[in-house]
Nanobody, 118 residues
Framework: QVQVVESGGGSVQVGGSLRLACAVS????????MGWFRQAPKKEREGLGT???????KYADSVEGRFTIFQDNAKNTVYLQMDNLTPDDTAIYYC????????????WGQGTQVTVSA
C-alpha cells in the first residue's frame, strides 16, 4: 500500500522560509517521479515542480528561484524548501507520486497548510 505523508506546514511572516517534507512508502521499485502542488482558496490546483529518480528537477515559473525540491533517498523523503514567501504562497501544499514526471499523479498526500501573513 502506497502512503504519501506531508509535514512541515505552518504559519510564517512575509519573507520567511518553510521546509515541507513528503515521506513516501510502499512504492514499487523501478524509479518514480515526485511532484509538489498547491491549492489556494478559490483557485485551481497548481503544479510547483517535480524531481525524478535521477534527481532531475523542474519548476513552475511562479516559484523558480524561490522554491527548491530535493530528496533524501535513504529516507524516501522529498522536500520543498520555500524561501522569500509572500501572502500569495498561502495554500494547502500537496505532494504526489507519478510513474514518470510527464504523467498525471497517481498517489496523493493529505496536504499541509501553509499560511503567509504580512
Amino acid at each position: 500500500q502506497v502512503q504519501v505523508v506531508e509535514s512541515g506546514g505552518g504559519s510564517v511572516q512575509v519573507g520567511g522560509s518553510l521546509r515541507l517534507a513528503c515521506a513516501v512508502s510502499g512504492l514499487p521499485s523501478g524509479g518514480y517521479c515526485m511532484g509538489w502542488f498547491r491549492q489556494a482558496p478559490k483557485k485551481e490546483r497548481e503544479g510547483l515542480g517535480t524531481i525524478d529518480s535521477d534527481g532531475q528537477r523542474k519548476y513552475a515559473d511562479s516559484v523558480e528561484g524561490r522554491f527548491t525540491i530535493f530528496q533524501d533517498n535513504a529516507k524516501n523523503t522529498v522536500y520543498l524548501q520555500m524561501d522569500n514567501l509572500t501572502p500569495d504562497d498561502t495554500a494547502i501544499y500537496y505532494c504526489a507520486t507519478m510513474r514518470v514526471c510527464q504523467l498525471p499523479p497517481n498517489f496523493w498526500g493529505q496536504g499541509t497548510q501553509v499560511t503567509v501573513s504580512a
